[in-house]
């Protein structure tokens, strides 16, 4: 059997990793991982805002349609024609719907509440609402055009 070459071999020290190396390598990816979740995060929350905007629209248009059809706006959201909250948004979102036929013009408003996770990661925008008119409102302290 023949010997390595005993100038190809690495001296006993630089056989391996030091524990100060795999240290910061560990804060390291310790690091990324902490400002990938915050990210991801902060995207779930625009995303679901965003699917809730969608949902908003949806039941505001067909506030519309059962105005047309009936004189009058539906008074909740289990009421027809009113599609259920999508799937994504249970328990994301509460949202109600509420109208006061006896104004003139007749007026509605939908609100939808932020609860559990969302409520705790969208202080900013927090409850949005829209009415009628088209008016776009949030309980938070964000700018309107960042919320909707």
């Known amino acids: 059997m023949t010997r390595p070459d005993p100038a190809l071999r690495l001296p006993p020290h630089r056989r391996g990793f030091t524990l100060l190396e795999l240290m910061v390598v560990v804060a390291i990816v310790a690091l990324l991982s902490t400002i990938g979740l915050n990210a991801y ?10 699917a809730v905007q969608s949902h908003l629209q949806d039941l505001a248009n067909r506030q519309e349609q059962q105005l047309l059809d009936a004189r009058a706006y539906a008074t909740s959201n289990t009421s027809p024609p009113f599609p259920a909250l999508p799937a ?45 008119a088209g008016t776009k409102t949030r309980t938070g302290s964000a700018p309107l055009n960042e919320c909707w």
């Not at 995060?41 to 965003?50: L, M, V």
């Not at 109600?96 to 036929?101: G, I, L």
């Not at 007749?106 to 409520?119: E, N």
């Open 41 to 50: 995060t902060s995207a779930t929350t625009k995303t679901r805002r965003a």
């Open 88 to 132: 994504d948004l249970s328990g994301v979102y509460t949202v109600t719907v509420s109208a006061d036929n006896d104004d003139t013009p007749p007026s509605f408003l939908i609100t939808a509440t932020p609860v559990g996770s969302q409520a705790t990661r969208d202080t900013r925008c927090g409850t949005l609402t829209l009415d009628q």
